[in-house]
Antibody
Framework: EVQLVESGGGVVQWGGSMRLSCTIS????????MHWVRQAPGKGLEWVSL????????FYEDSVKGRFTISRDNSKNSLYLQMNSLRTEDTAIYYC?????????????????WGQGTMVTVSS | QSALTQPPSASGSPGQSVTISCTGT?????????VSWYQHHPGKAPKLIIY???KRPSGVPDRFSGSKSGNTASLTVSGLQAEDEADYYC???????????FGTGTKVTVL
């Protein structure tokens, strides 16, 4: 059974840092790109970042570029999101998502599986 | 990249059908057959229910179907059941960012 479990959320002050983790099981982790998607309170889904299966390429939504860093440790079946210089508008539930496409070096726009999310609250 | 446009809400009685639209442009929905739909019950993991416009992942009931005409994609839920009450989001590949864009989301209520 495919499972994605996020952790690391909580309350952090404006300007602070937080590291989210996503641990997976049930599939060969390094064969798939992975994504982070967030949902602010009362808002819709927003894609945040992705990393290819081989870890060589990363992409970010414009508002988080230079502040967030996505990474993965394929030996630990784990995905990470390091968030620095946090703003109140980063307050959201953060979901990790498994890409649909079976490919180590590229990605798609479709998320086959998601975790249940971890809440990040940035206080002012 | 602007979000795809979905109606904020839709509703139907049990057993009826409801159709949700997802309108974009020729640079996303209209130009590519990479439209997906997600069902999201608040507090739970979102679930992929349609990909590549009209394909269903294994385990998704055939009550869920997708289609596309021009710049608008649609999700139809037939034979509405109480458990279909959820938020639904479309997503499309977008050549403006070579990634994708989400729809604004539609809350489906089963009356």
């Amino acid at each position: 059974e495919v499972q994605l479990v996020e952790s690391g959320g909580g309350v952090v002050q404006w300007g602070g840092s937080m590291r989210l983790s996503c641990t997976i099981s049930g599939f060969r982790f390094d064969d798939y790109a992975m994504h982070w998607v967030r949902q602010a309170p009362g808002k819709g889904l927003e894609w945040v970042s992705l990393i290819t299966g081989d870890g060589r390429d990363t992409f970010y939504e414009d508002s988080v570029k230079g502040r967030f860093t996505i990474s993965r440790d394929n030996s630990k079946n784990s995905l990470y999101l390091q968030m620095n210089s946090l703003r109140t508008e980063d307050t959201a539930i953060y979901y990790c998502g498994k890409d649909l496409r079976y490919t180590r070096s590229t990605y798609s726009e479709t998320f086959e599986m998601w975790g249940q999310g971890t809440m990040v609250t940035v206080s002012s | 990249q602007s979000a795809l446009t979905q109606p904020p809400s839709a509703s139907g009685s049990p057993g009826q059908s409801v159709t949700i639209s997802c309108t974009g442009t020729s640079s996303d929905v209209g130009g590519y057959n990479y439209v997906s739909w997600y069902q999201h019950h608040p507090g739970k993991a979102p679930k992929l229910i349609i990909y590549e416009v009209n394909k269903r992942p294994s385990g998704v009931p055939d009550r869920f179907s997708g289609s596309k005409s021009g710049n608008t994609a649609s999700l139809t839920v037939s034979g509405l059941q109480a458990e279909d009450e959820a938020d639904y989001y479309c997503r499309s590949y977008a050549d403006s960012n070579n990634l994708g864009v989400f729809g604004t989301g539609t809350k489906v209520t089963v009356l």
